[in-house]
Every structure is written in structure tokens, then in C-alpha cells.
């Protein structure tokens, strides 16, 4: 990739200052940028490096005054933290839909089809009947049963597993081992102490811009689907069961567990560790803290929980406070206690 002064100022809505014509061709942490990268400054902890860096163009807020002389082409923009990472954003784009074509040895069904400028790696196995779009680029490795939609600019990687039946939306993301479809865990206790396996027939939907981690594993339901909707974004080691709903544009922080028939809604935030028992709903706006449990429904939207039985921040805030403190409480008490007997004594 490389992009002038002008071109970026015009991609970032900003102002040059400086040599517009200036090329760069990587980027680069302000103290590590070299004559041809580009970086950015919107931490004042990090001012001292915009006198000495050796960025080609450095991108600034609009109410940057410098105190001494800038050698870099400045970028002025309203919010520098945001543009550079609209700029990482197109940079990752760029190079991880630079591939195309199809490696051997893989296996593609016959009555499956490829939109165009695709990828697909070598060792990967697509089944049949499968409708993969335009530009999605699949990495070596990969399984994907039959009867699977997936939509355009999609990338999946390497070693994925996405079982029959499973449709993905456009412009997703699915890291490296992670598994779409497997079984619910759904099992039946029999009379002689037994468990008889429930099938799982159901499938998983996904929307569009929904980011899933490594590792993450998503159950098909028992019957109907398991649904991610649109913009959600799902960390490392995630374990979402069968059946369950997640609205759009809730974020979950890695090794977070959610039980089956769970109805999360929109615009969420879980931290990592979190444990949701099943058949319960979640308010949208809520927020969770990292290794709470949720045993029972939210349904005031906008609530912040944390702890295990997971309760209201403030209070269980305090409650800490208070737990903190129980070792001089008991020894008050038991001075108490003594006085107490001191004066029955009497």
C-alpha cells in the first residue's frame, strides 16, 4: 500500500499541512516510524515524539498546537485515535483480500458455487449445495458442510469448522478454530441413570459485520436457530449454546459461557469470564463485569451488573467495600462480646 499526503487527508476527511505530495507506505508507533511511514499523535503523554519521529506524515487533532518545529506532513482531523484506525482499518482490508484462486489439494462440491475474486486454501473442503458470495476468502483447512450461505467479503480462517446448514453473513470475520454448528448440548436423564442424546437439527444464522474469535465455539439449535445478529463482535473462547439470540452490536469479552434458549439484546457489553444461565432474557444497553454470573433475567435496559450472583455495580461496589472490612468487624465484635460478659459478670 502506498498513499499520499492528499490522499489520506481526502480518505480521513482532514487538512494537510505540509507536503501533500508525500508517499508512505507502512504504519508506524510514532517512536518507531521510519521515512516512509505514517503515524499519529493523540495522546499529549506522547507530544515529545512528534519533535523527533521520522514519520513521513503524522496525523493530528485539529487543536494540536506544536511547541516546536514538526518535520513530518501533518494530517488534521477531528479525532486523530479515530482516523488512524480508520486507516488500520483499510490497511487490513487491503492485505487480507489480496488473495484469489483456488490452491490444491482442496475439495469443492460440484454443486456448490464460488462468487468471483475468491479464495480458497489448500486442504479446505466445501460440501455440497454451499453458496459462498463474491470475495470471501477462505483459508486452508477449513470445513464447511453442505447447505452453507456464506456472504460477500467474508473471511474465514484457517482451520474453521462450519457445519451444515450454518448461513454467515456479509463482511464477517471468523478467526482460526473456531466452530459454527457443532451440537447443543442437549441430553435427556434416563431412569437407569443414563443420558439419552437429544438431536440437534436446528442451524445457526449469522449477520452481516459480526466479528468471531479463535476458539469460539456457537451450537446449532435444537430446533430453529441460534442467531448473532448484525455487528456483534465475539473475543477468543467463547461458548454460546444452542438456541440462543444475540442483538446486534453487543460485544462479549473472551471465555464468557451463555446457556442454551438465552436472549441477549442489543448493544451490550459482557467482560470475560462471564456465566449466563439458560432461558433467561438480558435488557439491551447492558453492561456485565468480567467473571459475574447471571442467574436470572435483566430486564431494565442499561444496567450495569457485576459480581456472582451478579447484582447493580454500585452496590455490589460498596459490598466489597464492606467484605474488605470483615476482619475488623469480627475483632469489634469479639471485643464487644467480651465487654458484654464483663458486665454480666459484674
Given amino acids: 500500500?502506498?498513499?499520499?499526503?492528499?490522499?489520506?487527508?481526502?480518505?480521513?476527511?482532514?487538512?494537510?499541512?505540509?507536503?501533500?505530495?508525500?508517499?508512505?507506505?507502512?504504519?508506524?508507533?510514532?517512536?518507531?516510524?521510519?521515512?516512509?511511514?505514517?503515524?499519529?499523535?493523540?495522546?499529549p503523554k506522547y507530544e515529545n515524539y512528534a519533535y523527533t519521529t521520522k514519520a513521513a506524515v503524522l496525523i493530528v487533532n485539529k487543536t494540536f498546537t506544536p511547541k516546536s518545529k514538526i518535520n513530518a506532513t501533518l494530517v488534521r482531523v477531528d479525532d486523530a485515535y479515530t482516523s488512524f484506525s480508520v486507516l488500520l482499518e483499510e490497511y487490513h482490508k487491503i492485505i487480507s483480500f489480496i488473495k484469489e484462486g483456488i490452491e490444491q489439494p482442496c475439495f469443492l462440491s460440484p454443486d456448490s458455487s464460488l462468487g468471483n475474486r475468491c479464495y480458497v486454501g489448500a486442504f479446505a473442503y466445501i460440501g455440497n449445495k454451499c453458496i459462498i458470495g463474491d470475495n470471501v476468502k477462505i483459508y486452508p483447512h477449513v470445513y464447511i458442510g453442505d447447505n452453507v450461505t456464506i456472504g460477500n467479503n467474508t473471511i474465514i480462517y484457517?482451520?474453521?469448522?462450519?457445519?451444515?446448514?450454518?448461513?454467515?453473513?456479509k463482511h464477517c470475520t471468523i478467526q482460526a478454530g473456531a466452530v459454527i454448528g457443532s451440537d447443543g448440548f442437549g441430553f435427556a436423564p434416563q431412569p437407569d441413570g443414563t443420558y439419552k442424546s437429544i438431536p440437534q437439527i436446528g442451524n445457526v444464522v449469522?449477520?452481516?459485520?459480526?466479528?468471531i474469535g479463535s476458539n469460539t465455539v456457537i451450537d446449532c439449535a435444537t430446533m430453529g436457530s441460534t442467531i448473532i445478529h448484525d455487528g456483534v463482535k465475539l473475543d477468543n473462547l467463547i461458548q454460546i449454546a444452542h438456541n440462543v439470540e444475540i442483538g446486534k452490536n453487543t460485544v462479549i469479552a473472551a471465555q464468557t459461557g451463555i446457556s442454551g434458549s438465552t436472549s441477549i439484546g442489543e448493544n451490550c457489553m459482557i467482560a470475560g469470564q462471564v456465566g449466563i444461565v439458560g432461558h433467561i432474557s438480558i435488557a439491551n444497553n447492558t453492561k456485565i463485569g468480567a467473571q459475574s454470573g447471571v442467574s436470572k433475567s435483566l430486564t431494565k435496559p442499561g444496567m450495569s451488573l457485576s459480581g456472582s450472583p451478579a447484582y447493580e455495580l454500585t452496590a455490589h461496589l460498596k459490598s466489597l467495600t464492606v467484605f474488605k472490612k470483615l476482619p475488623q468487624l469480627?475483632?469489634?465484635?469479639?471485643?464487644?462480646?467480651?465487654?458484654?460478659?464483663?458486665?454480666q459478670s459484674l
Fill in 330 to 343: 469480627q475483632k469489634r465484635i469479639e471485643e464487644l462480646e467480651e465487654k458484654m460478659l464483663h458486665l
Fill in 1 to 43: 500500500m502506498e498513499l499520499s499526503a492528499k490522499q489520506i487527508a481526502h480518505l480521513l476527511n482532514g487538512v494537510v499541512e505540509g507536503d501533500d505530495s508525500v508517499k508512505v507506505n507502512n504504519l508506524a508507533k510514532i517512536q518507531e516510524a521510519n521515512s516512509s511511514s505514517i503515524s499519529f499523535l493523540s495522546n
Fill in 158 to 169: 484457517a482451520g474453521v469448522k462450519i457445519y451444515s446448514n450454518t448461513q454467515i453473513g
Fill in 206 to 211: 449469522i449477520g452481516n459485520h459480526v466479528d
